[in-house]
């Protein structure tokens, strides 16, 4: 599941509203839906995006929040690390390699540092 699918779901979970009546007043297919919550799909373009605020009256601050949420939620990365230093390599490929067996609490932290750094 991808950051956006997420909070998809819950704004979708929080309303009571069935994926299915949802797709349709997105204009999107069930299946397409499904996808997009359950991160089998790459990162929503910025339309969708905006009816998705458009159908839930998200505005502002929060709208730019959700836009924000849906461009870190690309299930499949690519990490660019021409230029940086060896040990940005070496941590760039050991995440790639062990993100699977690391534990949320782990990953929790390190999302909150990487935050922090802006």
Known sequence: MTPFGERLRRLRAERGLALQD???ALG??????SALEHGHRGKPNRRFVHQVCQYFG???DDAEALQALADR???RVTVDTSGLSPAATEFANL??????EL??????????ELQAVG
């Open 22 to 24: 949802m797709a349709a």
């Open 28 to 33: 999107v297919s069930p299946a397409y839906l």
């Open 58 to 60: 998200i505005i502002w």
């Open 73 to 75: 939620s690309h299930p």
């Open 95 to 100: 995440l790639a390699a062990r993100i699977r």
């Open 103 to 112: 534990p949320e609490e782990t990953l929790a932290r390190w999302l909150e």
